[in-house]
T-cell receptor
């Protein structure tokens, strides 16, 4: 069935360093790839997304890259800050039919001051 | 717009009790979803709906039922609650012409 694998499950970085989280999807029909940040006790919040007709997208300190051939996409956070500490989820979705999301299992990012 | 709203925020059930989790969106979105998130885990799709009167099962539908009589409302029914249903439940919606899912604030359910 459809699956999204996410790595690593936990990631600790020093403040100011970069963090990279990687996801792999299985459904070739997937064409929309969002990343969500979830703080403790809160709902997931969209931080960046990318469509399959684009290879890279950047928004200030965060960027997402997509390799359709390899079915990989990655989240890059530069100049990390303590407030970046949270759980990050990737997801894959198709715009045809149901718009269902398949979520990765999450990465707990800790930014050490 | 209030976006996606959920009630209640918290609930404690005894084993075997039933309850309905309410979800409402005021964005006129056709697509709505129910997820559960167990502690330290990702989101699992329970049920979804592509429009009023149409619902379908997700990854983990057992023990739950849904209905979609209006575009705005998508209630989730738990019959015969079990400890395994202790989780945080999120409702979400999508417009359909763009993929972004909007999440409600969640309902934290404990079954004892």
């Amino acid at each position: 069935g459809e699956n999204v694998e996410q790595h690593p499950s936990t990631l600790s970085v020093q403040e100011g360093d970069s963090a990279v989280i990687k996801c792999t999807y299985s459904d070739s029909a997937s064409n929309y790839f969002p990343w969500y940040k979830q703080e403790l006790g809160k709902r997931p919040q969209l931080i960046i997304d990318i469509r399959s007709n684009v290879g890279e997208k950047k928004d200030q300190r965060i960027a997402v890259t997509l390799n359709k051939t390899a079915k990989h996409f990655s989240l890059h956070i530069t100049e990390t800050q303590p407030e970046d500490s949270a759980v990050y989820f990737c997801a894959a979705s198709s715009s045809s039919g149901t718009y269902k999301y398949i979520f990765g299992t999450g990465t707990r990012l800790k930014v050490l001051a | 717009n209030a976006g996606v709203t959920q009630t209640p925020k918290f609930r404690i059930l005894k084993i075997g009790q039933s309850m309905t989790l309410q979800c409402t969106q005021d964005m006129n979105h056709n697509y709505m979803y129910w997820y559960r998130q167990d502690p330290g885990m990702g989101l699992k799709l329970i049920y979804y709906s592509v429009g009023a009167g149409i619902t379908d099962k997700g990854e983990v539908p057992n023990g739950y039922n849904v209905s979609r009589s209006t575009t705005e409302d998508f209630p989730l029914r738990l019959e015969l609650a079990a400890p395994s249903q202790t989780s945080v439940y999120f409702c979400a919606s999508v417009a359909g012409n763009y993929n972004e899912q909007f999440f409600g604030p969640g309902t934290r359910l404990t079954v004892l």
